[in-house]
């Protein structure tokens, strides 16, 4: 399994689209407001179509290392020490 960090940008009603699709993963974690990472075997591409379906927004993907750094995130920092690959 990989990790992906999501970014996007968009008014409420496309935030609130791109939160809805965000939950076809299982594993994800929110960090900042328009900011996830979620763990899959997806590819990015994939990651990117699944959840920007509907979603006219900016969107990126990025593929994790195992290096990270951060301070004040939304979710538990332990989450990502757990999942991040």
């Given at each position: 399994m990989s990790s992906y960090?999501?970014?996007?940008?968009?008014?409420?009603?496309?935030?609130?689209?791109?939160?809805?699709?965000?939950?076809?993963?299982?594993?994800?974690?929110?960090?900042?407001?328009?900011?996830?990472i979620v763990v899959t075997e997806d590819g990015a591409a994939d990651?990117?179509?699944n959840i920007s379906k509907n979603f006219s927004g900016r969107i990126a993907v990025f593929k994790t290392d195992r290096a990270a750094a951060w301070r004040n995130i939304m979710c538990d920092g332990q989450w990502i020490k757990d999942?991040?690959?």
């Open positions: 960090i999501v970014c996007y940008e968009g008014d409420k009603v496309e935030t609130a689209k791109i939160e809805k699709a965000l939950d076809v993963y299982n594993v994800k974690a929110q960090i900042t407001s328009n900011v996830w990651v990117r179509g999942n991040l690959s």
